[in-house]
């Protein structure tokens, strides 16, 4: 079929699939509108050769209907130019399948308003090969919608920059199964100011190798209400040089359950900030075990306020003398201890205390007894706190 002249809207309309598929690529000089009355199947009847010769301002004539008639054949001959050129519009037009068919320099010549406009679906069309070619621009244009529809397969393709690239909407809109199966360079990839973007749940499913292998600055980026959901497994987890990395603002989201799990020596990590952070609820948790494991700049950290905060208890100086903590872990250790200076006592009751401080505690029996604490184990400061009777037991 030869065309002397370019026939109207309505003439081209009313050709025939195979009238179309005998016009010839020089003979293609339709105007976007004329494209645009086009049915699926006469689309489907134009050569390669005809599609390629299109110009940007045709292919931006095709209706979205249009773009998704298109065969494997003439999608394969869109050059990067007549993609770039489409509109958001006419990208939704593409199919799952279209879109895994794309070759390396077509889904490469995709704007990221490109693919940010394509629905979840259509993002799944990616093949695992052409979600890892990805740019880090065309990445940080995911949507929540496009992001929430990934599967483990899927972002598993990502690499640590593009992890890296994810905006903070995509990120907490990741189902937990996706953040679970991130690999550890893909979390290495992570900024503090994603992981602070990620829901309690998505912490609380991220596994203990994936917890262990962030650093210092990530550990950082979790707010209060994420280290409030971490697992007793995943406090286990944790690395010392992570628990000493806790922001005060952390350290008052731990629960009393987690800080009651924190073994020895995470808790001797914990600073002399994180210490004056706690609660007087999160003091009052911790373990006899636990208090005798501090050091003596963590006992001195606390502050007079922490555990009395209204609550009746035992009261004795700070930093913890070793004679008290003795008395404190005894099973017939009173719940009312005091040490006090004694200047009226007798010659003799001097030497026996060591001609220094008295330690007087009420046993269970209401029997008095003095323990001597020798003049090195003083408390330097007289700054008395009130430790709660639960943290006794």
């Known amino acids: 079929m030869h065309l002397t002249t370019p026939p109207t809207s309505t003439q081209l309309a009313a050709l025939t699939s195979t009238q179309i598929g005998a016009l010839s690529p020089s003979q293609m000089v339709f105007s976007p509108n004329q494209l645009s009355v086009l049915m699926g199947a006469q689309i489907e009847a134009f050569g390669a050769d005809d599609i390629a010769v299109m110009s940007t301002q045709q292919i931006r004539g095709l209706t979205p ?3 998704g008639a298109l065969t494997p054949a003439q999608l394969a001959v869109l050059s990067p ?3 770039a050129a489409l509109a958001t519009t006419q990208v939704r037009g593409f199919t799952p399948t279209q879109i895994g068919a794309l070759a390396y320099e077509q889904v490469a010549a995709l704007a990221p308003t490109q693919i940010g406009a394509l629905s979840a679906a259509q993002f799944l069309g990616f093949t695992v090969t052409q979600i890892s070619n990805l740019s880090t621009d065309q990445v940080h244009a995911l949507t929540a919608v496009e992001a929430k529809a990934l599967d483990a397969t899927r972002i598993g393709a990502f690499n640590a920059d593009q992890i890296a690239a994810l905006p903070s909407t995509a990120l907490y809109s990741l189902t937990t199964t996706a953040v679970a199966a991130l690999t550890l360079p893909q979390v290495a990839g992570l900024a503090p100011s ?5 829901t309690a749940p ?3 499913s991220l596994t203990v190798g994936q917890l262990t292998h962030l650093t210092e600055t990530q550990i ?7 280290i409030a959901a971490l697992t007793a497994t995943q406090i286990d987890s944790l690395t010392t040089t992570q628990i000493a990395a806790l922001t005060p603002v952390q350290i008052k989201g731990l629960t009393v359950t987690e800080l009651r799990g924190f073994a020895s020596d995470q808790l001797q990590a914990l600073t002399v900030p994180q210490i004056a952070a706690m609660t007087p609820t999160q003091v009052k948790g911790l373990t006899v075990g636990q208090i005798q494991a501090l050091n003596a700049p963590q006992v001195n950290a606390f502050t007079a306020t922490q555990p009395a905060a209204g609550r009746s208890g035992t009261t004795t100086c700070r930093p913890l ?4 903590l003795m008395n404190v872990s005894s099973p017939t250790a009173s719940r009312s201890c005091r040490t006090r200076r004694a200047p009226a006592l007798t010659l003799a009751a001097r030497r026996r205390a060591g001609a220094g401080t008295l330690a007087r505690c009420a046993t269970s029996s209401g029997r008095a007894r003095r323990t001597s604490i020798p003049p090195h184990s ?3 400061s007289k700054a008395c706190i009130g430790w709660p009777s639960s943290s006794m037991t």
Do not use: Y
């Open 65 to 67: 209907a249009e773009i």
């Open 81 to 83: 130019t007549q993609l």
């Open 194 to 198: 994603q992981l602070a973007a990620l």
């Open 202 to 204: 998505q912490v609380k």
């Open 220 to 226: 950082k980026g979790f707010d209060a209400n994420d």
């Open 321 to 324: 003398p070793p004679d008290v």
């Open 378 to 380: 003083r408390p330097k």
